[in-house]
């Protein structure tokens, strides 16, 4: 994987673009547990100006359910993927199409077995994937990771390790699956796919906007296939500001 070098800032967004934005670590800073995360008072407008410039073009693409990203960020209720692709909403205020997935229960309920009375640790079963976080406690990474790959052979899972967590979810489950449905539906058709992320999972979002004539963008530092890097969730919000604010001026320009 190459390294994305620290000046290669992103263009501006424009209204031909479809935008795809992981959540935690992009939109929002990574809390120490999930339900702990808490959105900038600016953001949900700062969202509604870039859905205007992209004519709704822009959808969250995360690991959590889409329910998560829609108590962070109400009253909006953004067209999306949640848990890497496994629900899909194709339109705002819609509700998630999801899919079974054999294995998963089975892996949440032996995860939950092994370490859900452990207080260093967190166990999140979202449904479609489980991950163990082990944020309060780094120094048992190797453990954790072994454990779960141990556990997700036993059922047929995949695992993705990120930032401070490990990850079992369904195989051939991923960001770029959910980019490639999104981009068959009319709002995102023919709009070149620009997909903004912090984390492992997000690699192959930047992978699958690429081949579909778009970019990735980074944010934080890190190896990754992306084109472009944004320094950290400030510089993603000021990036979409100043986005906004360009298409503002053209479209004042041009009345």
């Given at each position: 994987m190459s390294r994305v070098p620290e000046a290669a800032l992103p263009p501006l967004l424009a209204p031909r673009d479809a935008l795809f934005l992981d959540f935690d670590g992009t939109l929002a800073e990574i809390a120490e547990r999930p339900e702990l995360v808490r959105v900038a008072p600016e953001l949900v407008?700062?969202?509604?100006?870039?859905?205007?410039?992209?004519?709704g073009a822009l959808a969250i693409v995360s690991g959590r359910p889409l329910r998560q990203i829609d108590e962070h960020l109400l009253p909006l209720q953004l067209p999306g993927a949640g848990q890497h692709g496994a629900e899909l909403r194709v339109h705002g205020n819609a509700t998630p199409q999801r899919r079974a997935w054999p294995g998963v229960a089975a892996?949440?309920?032996?995860?939950?077995?092994?370490?859900?009375?452990?207080?260093q640790l967190l166990v999140e079963a979202k449904g479609a994937a489980v991950a163990l976080h082990y944020r309060a406690a780094p120094e048992r990474a190797e453990l954790c990771q072994t454990s779960m790959r141990e556990l997700a052979a036993r059922h047929g899972l995949d695992v993705l390790v990120g930032k401070m967590v490990v990850e079992a979810r369904p195989r051939g489950l991923h960001k770029g699956l959910a980019v490639d449905a999104l981009l068959a539906r009319p709002l995102f058709a023919g709009r070149r796919p620009v997909f903004v992320g912090d984390d492992t999972t997000d690699e192959d979002g930047f992978r699958r906007a690429a081949?579909?004539?778009?970019?990735?963008?980074?944010?934080?530092?890190?190896?990754s296939g992306a084109c472009y890097r944004l320094d950290g969730v400030a510089a993603v919000h000021a990036w979409l500001a100043r986005s906004a604010d360009a298409a503002s001026r053209a479209r004042e320009s041009a009345a």
């Open positions: 407008a700062l969202i509604e100006r870039t859905q205007r410039l992209l004519g892996m949440a309920a032996d995860v939950v077995s092994r370490f859900g009375n452990d207080p081949a579909c004539g778009g970019y990735g963008i980074k944010v934080g530092p890190g190896a």
